[in-house]
């Protein structure tokens, strides 16, 4: 356990549908962070959230929205994905920004059918 | 970009023998970091590395960084079995957070 849990852990979803992702971390750390990471492509940062204020969003497509209510918790929203969108999405948190080690979730492997 | 690059893309060794993996990158960075990552799952941090050291050592782990060449390498002393697992270098720079990962090393260690 590194102190940052995803959930679900597995989802299949229509293109269609709408679902969201949950990260929470009790570390007390003040940057959070969603990645994507797809077969053979390194991993992606999608957005970084800094106490509770997005602070980055890496040309992420509208159908990906974040929100971030307090600094303990992340949520990834999800709507009319399409089937390349399928890939673990993972999510880090740590103190300072990129000066210290990030701790990452296990992940949620997401396939888009 | 400074997306770091690992080399070699896969490492087959045998237990016992030593793994070095190495990683480039391409502007400059306040500091280096080493993931390890088991099949599916999530990234676990090894080690990380600032721009002014230049060596680093933790448990059977060694990490050397040389900013002139912008490149660090991993060394895994005495590997075991349980080292099976995909290697990636992340390096930090002067954007908030962002850590850009490189495509990692796949190494396996036959027992």
């Known amino acids: 356990e590194t102190g940052v849990t995803q959930t679900p852990r597995h989802l299949v979803m229509g293109m269609t549908n709408k679902k969201s992702l949950k990260c929470e971390q009790h570390?007390?750390?003040?940057?959070m962070y969603w990645y994507k990471q797809s077969a053979k492509k390194p991993l992606e940062l999608m957005f970084v959230?800094?106490?509770?204020?997005?602070?980055e969003n890496n040309s992420v497509p509208s159908r990906f929205s974040p929100e971030c209510p307090n600094s303990s918790h992340l949520f990834l929203h999800l709507h009319t994905l399409q089937p390349e969108d399928s890939a673990l999405y993972l999510c880090?948190?740590?103190?300072?920004?990129?000066?210290?080690?990030?701790?990452f979730g296990q992940g949620t492997r997401l396939t888009v059918v | 970009s400074q997306q770091g690059e690992e080399d070699p893309q896969a490492l087959s060794i045998q237990e016992g023998e030593n793994a070095t993996m190495n990683c480039s990158y391409k502007t400059s960075i306040n500091n280096l970091q080493w993931y390890r990552q088991n099949s599916g799952r999530g990234l676990v941090h090894l080690i990380l590395?600032?721009?002014?050291?230049r060596e680093k050592h933790s448990g059977r782990l060694r990490v050397t960084l040389d900013t002139s060449k912008k490149s660090s390498s991993l060394l895994i002393t005495a590997s075991r079995a349980a080292d099976t697992a995909s290697y990636f270098c992340?390096?930090?720079?002067?954007?908030?957070?962002?850590?850009?990962f490189g495509q990692g090393t796949i190494l396996t260690v036959h027992p």
């Open positions: 570390l007390g750390h003040n940057a």
């Open positions: 880090a948190s740590s103190q300072g920004g990129g000066l210290t080690e990030a701790f």
């Open positions: 590395i600032r721009s002014n050291e």
């Open positions: 959230y800094s106490l509770e204020e997005r602070v």
């Open positions: 992340a390096t930090s720079g002067t954007s908030y957070g962002k850590l850009t």
